[in-house]
């Protein structure tokens, strides 16, 4: 049995030591040690021992295994080590190579407007809000007051996905009030910027797809002083302290009173000149208190709520902030002229 357990260290070491793989390691410990193993066998053979023979015979057996098991762990680390040498060997990177030269893009002018609108309202606690562009007419006119006859309802108006005149792409971001009205309760404080679609002749003003930028404020005691106040400040921020504005009387179906926005000329101070096409004021944006009518529609109690909305248009806010004079050049994506801004 001696000699038995000598052959077994002998072959067992010599097998391990040089063993060259994890998987063949695990193998051969399962050989030697396991429930089946060889040790296991020779152990069985302990009972035809005389009794004052097991004891040294048990010893010896528990030195083997251990030896063995230290074996098969110190084979194991080494496996491990030189398979991690070997990998970082293989993924070597060749630092001093020359790079890729990738072309970097950056922000679309009117982006960098539109960032700076967000922010100033962002400022003012409004949050940002994204609605579809494919609209239902219900929520870009029904909703908003604009009744069955409304000449921007017409198919020379507007893009309409079905016969029925039920889908369409939005004519204006007005209804993401009604989105906003919809899914939240007072106070709000929202702004909408997105593209909308109408069926204009491309020219240097017009395009049949353009950006809006909604805003809206629905709470309790909020007055058309509100309004002015917060778009007077948004026009400073914009264009300047100082800025003269004012606020002309105008119709949309969806805002009572309703008005129109303006800032005097900053180029000219009122007189006159190319930029305000002589009239001395350039249009900026539309606005007025939300009609009772809408915020009842959308289940706020317009005797406890009041609110009021304004839309501008953001090509036209970009065109005057970087001085260029053809809104196309906006949309045609040269980079030769995006890249100057
Ligand atoms: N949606 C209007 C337009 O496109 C602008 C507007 C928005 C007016 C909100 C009043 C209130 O002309």
């Known amino acids: 049995m001696k000699e038995k357990m000598q052959a077994l260290r002998e072959n067992s070491l010599k097998a391990i030591v040089s063993c060259p793989s994890a998987e063949q390691l695990e193998a051969l410990r399962v050989r030697y040690l396991g429930k089946k193993g060889e040790l296991t066998a020779i152990l069985r053979q302990m009972g035809q021992l005389a009794a004052e023979e097991r004891p040294a015979m048990g010893q010896l057996a528990n030195k083997l295994r251990a030896d063995i098991e230290a074996a098969v762990e110190e084979r194991r680390a080494a496996l491990a080590a030189s398979a991690l040498e070997e990998k970082l060997e293989k993924e070597t990177l060749d630092v001093t190579m020359p790079g890729e030269n990738r072309r970097l893009g950056h922000k679309h002018p009117m982006y960098n407007v539109l960032d700076q609108i967000k922010d100033i309202f962002i400022g003012m606690g409004f949050e940002i809000e994204d609605g579809p562009e494919v609209e239902l007419a219900d929520y870009n006119f029904t909703k908003l007051n604009i009744d069955e006859s409304h000449p921007s ?189």
Not at 219 to 229: C, F, I, N, R
Not at 234 to 251: A, L, N, Q, S
Not at 281 to 310: N, Q, R, T
Request: contains cysteine; proline residues 6%.
């Open 153 to 341: 309802r017409d198919w020379t108006d507007t893009f309409y996905f079905t016969e029925d005149s039920r889908i369409l792409l939005r004519t204006q971001t007005s209804p993401m009030q009604i989105h906003a009205m919809e899914h939240r309760r007072p106070p709000i404080r929202i702004l909408a910027p997105g593209r909308v679609y109408r069926k204009d002749e491309v020219d240097a003003t017009h395009s049949p797809m353009f950006h809006q930028i909604e805003g809206l404020v629905v709470d309790k005691g909020v007055t058309m002083s509100d309004l002015k106040a917060t778009l007077n400040l948004v026009v400073e921020k914009i264009y300047g302290k100082g800025t003269v504005t004012r606020f002309r009387p105008h119709h949309f179906p969806f805002t009572e009173p309703s008005c129109e926005l303006d800032i005097q000329c900053h180029k000219c101070g009122g007189k006159g000149c190319p930029t305000c096409k002589g009239e001395g004021w350039i249009e900026v944006l539309g606005a007025g208190m939300v009609h009772p009518k809408v915020l009842s529609g959308c289940g706020i109690d317009p005797d406890v709520y009041s609110g009021w909305a304004f839309g501008m248009g953001l090509e036209r806010l970009a065109l005057g902030e970087y001085k260029i004079t053809d809104m196309r050049l906006i949309f045609e994506n040269d980079v030769r002229f995006l890249e100057q801004f």
